[in-house]
């Protein structure tokens, strides 16, 4: 339970976690209705259910995140910035669900940002 755990807090329920910080991206309009987080929750319930197709499709997402003040297209951008923000969201086939493996683009994109300019010039 420990990996799945580091799981949640790294990209759900943590301050610093990826689905805060797209809750709280500036310029947001719906910055008061923590899309990111309900979006990221509703996958994430999805992902562990107990039968035997894992995971949700967008419009799913879409249905379990949105709510009357904001239009279900918003849910849609929010997912998509939950692609690139966090690690173990992975998206396969339509389906996207979380996994105690790393997303690869993430990962790639970490490294990408720790590369100070002047290096690269070398």
Do not use: C
């Not at 899309?35 to 197709?53: D, H, K, N, P, V």
């Not at 499709?57 to 692609?83: F, H, I, W, Y």
Request: no cysteine.
């Amino acid at each position: 339970m420990g990996k799945l755990s580091h799981v949640i807090a790294s990209d759900i329920t943590d301050r610093q976690s990826g689905s805060n910080k797209v809750s709280g991206s500036p310029g947001n309009a719906y910055q008061g209705l923590d899309l990111g987080s309900r979006s990221a929750t509703a996958i994430f319930l999805y992902s562990f259910s107990g039968g035997t197709e894992h995971g949700t499709t967008l419009g799913e997402v879409k249905r379990s995140a949105t709510t009357m003040e904001n239009p279900s297209s918003v849910v849609a951008e929010a997912v998509d910035q939950l692609k690139w923000k966090l690690f173990y969201l992975q998206s396969v086939n339509e389906k996207l669900f979380f996994s105690n493996q790393p997303n690869l683009n993430r990962i790639l994109l970490n490294q990408m940002e720790n590369i100070e300019p002047a290096q690269i010039h070398k």
